[in-house]
């Protein structure tokens, strides 16, 4: 949530760019995390595998096609409401 902001004001990213960006930047850390969990036994490699299967194919491909349709005042506007969103679910400890 803060690679987002961060690109779009900081580095003057488009909105477009700061999401597709920020997402690729999450690569990597997922990558050595897993190594770590896998090690620990930590991972259900069913419920794993069909989760991914499910939100890569789905999730990711409709996100990625809505988010080259949306104009960059659109998606300011929805991820404005999804940060006050988190931040009333966190403060309200829900």
Same mark, same amino acid.
């Given at each position: ?24 930047? *999450? #690569?990597?850390?997922?990558?050595? &995390? ?8 930590? /991972?259900?490699? !069913? @419920? $794993? *595998? #069909?989760?991914?299967?499910?939100? &890569? ?8 096609? /809505?988010?080259? !349709? @949306? $104009? ?23």
């Amino acid at each position: 949530m803060i690679l987002v902001p961060a690109f779009t004001y900081i580095l003057k990213l488009s909105e477009k760019e700061a999401r597709a960006t920020s997402i690729f930047c *999450i #690569l990597p850390m997922v990558c050595a &995390s897993s190594v770590f969990y896998l090690k620990s036994s930590y /991972i259900d490699f !069913k @419920l $794993s *595998i #069909l989760c991914a299967i499910r939100r &890569s194919y789905s999730d990711g491909f409709f996100g990625a096609k /809505i988010m080259q !349709k @949306l $104009s960059d005042k659109y998606l300011k506007i929805f991820f404005t409401i999804f940060l006050i969103y988190v931040g009333i679910k966190l403060i309200l400890g829900a």
